[in-house]
């Protein structure tokens, strides 16, 4: 597994980027890592969403799926379209340090 | 099949009952072949209380709702049955009123079918043979789904039938998911992630779905998109049982929280789940239920001796996927380890590779399957050479290869 280090963050990652240890997130990364991905300043409406989903991930294990974030986060799904502009739930999984959603395969 | 290990461990004191709304026991894997014709719908039935030990008590009756604090199962009508233990087994369900529009008479079971259960799959079966061509949308709402590969393996059948029909040049078939790809875990994208092109099979990821337009026949996404289909074969959003939600045990969906590893769920102690009832984040496959039953008759013993609960469920799944054209794969994971390359020593059938595609015995009776056989056998050309060749492949192979590919879970 590869190891980055950004601005004095040091985390593992997977082949595609993201980390492979939710404890290696952190605030400070994620407006990092935004930059990285082309959303330039992180507002309060983006950081709502993401810290719900990594309360969320803490007790369910997996990291919440646009749905869920919609029926329990109360976020509205085409609103997190317009914040993390194609790919939502991998944007905001990447930048909250947790797996992006998967099949099986 | 816990039942079952449970009255076999003759544990003292112990009465089983096990209450279902009714006596048929699906073989749930089965539906994606009703489809295509291969499987009749009577071949995938059976009598649930035949599968049970006689000393268990089998109860035909509807549950309304568990009360856990009076012990209590409420069932329709005024009767009631107390309980020390609780196991919930109640599965996952497709839930196409969750998405606007899907139910609208104008689409569905018209235009628009699921296939996850036996009349939406039997419905499918006369809607194919009926369908003379055009855009075909093979879709997934959001995950957890049952079985997940089997949509992306409907994709696959689908490009063999109208392939067999030699109609599979007038059919745009494009796999719909809101997941980034098809393959989604590193291993399967570089193994098959050229499987879709090779089959002419269209992507559209990343679709969060809004909902159905019945007057445009489109299906929706969030963020704009809207796509066209003359069939729409959807895997409706999956949640656990009414009664379940009803009870307030369940989570947003309708899966009961429980320890990924103990089954016993989070919030009461006497009641455990098991299957895809549960939340636990593996898939929800048969051969998940059938690798946990184990730990859960150890656990459920412990703690009616009022010990520690000592067996520990490690996410372990596996899966056979049907590729079409007569090929499987194989694919096995658990919690912590990706699906992995190399063979599997399956009994029996001899190792099977893994993430790799081996050719299988085509299922019994498979009308399509069969005429290919017996043409490929007569000499006759089939649709395309790669056809013939996988088709003797299997054919080679069916002394050794005895399990059959749909018995994936």
């Not at chain 1, 990092?32 to 300043?41: E, K, N, R, S």
């Not at chain 2, 309304?64 to 329709?76: F, I, K, M, N, S």
């Not at chain 2, 259960?117 to 957890?144: C, K, Q, Y």
């Not at chain 2, 379940?244 to 919030?267: C, E, R, Y």
Request: aromatic residues 8%; charged residues 20%.
């Amino acid at each position: 597994m590869p190891i980055n280090t950004i601005d004095g963050h040091t985390f593992t990652v997977n082949d595609e980027g993201f980390l492979t240890d939710r404890a290696g997130g952190s605030e400070d990364l994620a407006a990092i890592l935004a930059d990285l991905i082309g959303i330039d300043d992180l507002t309060e409406q983006h950081w709502a969403p993401l810290r719900f989903m990594r309360t969320d991930s803490a007790t369910t294990g997996v990291t919440p799926t646009l749905r869920r974030m919609q029926t329990v986060g109360g976020f509205d799904i085409k609103e997190l379209f317009l914040l993390f502009p194609g790919k939502p739930a991998k944007k905001l999984a990447y930048l909250a340090g947790l797996p992006k959603p998967v099949g099986c395969v | 099949m816990l039942a079952n290990k449970l009255a076999k461990a003759n544990l003292p004191d112990l009465t089983i009952t096990v209450v279902d709304q009714n006596d048929d026991h699906h073989y749930q894997p089965g539906y994606l072949f009703i489809p295509f014709g291969t499987y009749r719908p009577e071949q995938v039935v059976r009598s649930r209380a035949a599968q049970l030990s006689k000393q268990v008590t089998f109860l035909r009756q509807t549950i309304e709702r568990v009360d856990p604090d009076g012990r209590q199962v409420h069932l329709a009508g005024e009767s009631a049955l107390a309980y020390d233990w609780l196991v919930i087994a109640s599965g996952a369900a497709p839930r196409p009123d969750q998405t606007p529009g899907l139910m609208d008479e104008r689409v569905w079971r018209r235009s628009a079918f699921d296939f996850y259960t036996l009349d939406g799959a039997e419905a499918l079966h006369a809607a194919l043979a009926n369908f003379e061509g055009g855009r075909l949308l093979v879709h997934i709402s959001e995950m957890p789904i049952k079985c997940p590969v089997a949509p992306l393996e409907f994709a696959f059948l689908a490009d063999d039938y109208f392939r067999g029909r030699r109609m599979r040049h007038k059919v745009d078939i494009t796999y719909v998911t809101p997941l980034d790809g098809a393959f989604t875990k590193p291993v399967a994208s570089a193994r098959l992630g050229n499987l879709l092109e090779e089959k002419s099979i269209r992507l559209a990821s990343d679709f969060a779905v809004a909902g159905v337009d019945p007057q445009a026949s489109t299906l929706e996404s969030y963020d704009g998109r809207h796509l066209p289909f003359d069939l729409l074969v959807t895997v409706p959003v999956n949640m656990g049982a009414q009664f379940v939600i009803d009870s307030g045990l369940g989570d947003d969906l309708g899966f009961v929280p429980v320890d990924k590893h103990t089954l016993q769920s989070v919030a009461h102690e006497r009641i455990f789940a098991i299957g895809d009832a549960t939340n636990v984040p593996t898939s929800k496959a048969g051969a998940v239920a059938h690798f946990e039953v184990d730990h859960l008759v150890r656990n459920l013993t412990a703690a009616m001796a009022g010990q520690p609960l000592p067996s520990s469920y490690d996410g372990h799944a596996n899966c056979f996927v049907e590729a079409g054209r007569g090929k499987a794969l194989l694919l096995d994971f658990n919690y912590d380890t990706e699906p992995l390359t190399g063979l599997f020593p399956a009994p029996v059938v001899g190792p099977m590779k893994l993430l790799g595609s081996f050719a299988h015995q085509p299922p019994r009776q498979a009308g399509l399957r069969e005429d290919l056989l017996e043409r490929a056998a007569a000499g006759e050309a089939a649709a395309g050479a790669e056809r013939d060749v996988d088709v003797r492949q299997g054919a080679g192979h069916s002394q050794e290869v005895r399990s059959h590919a749909h018995q994936h879970y």
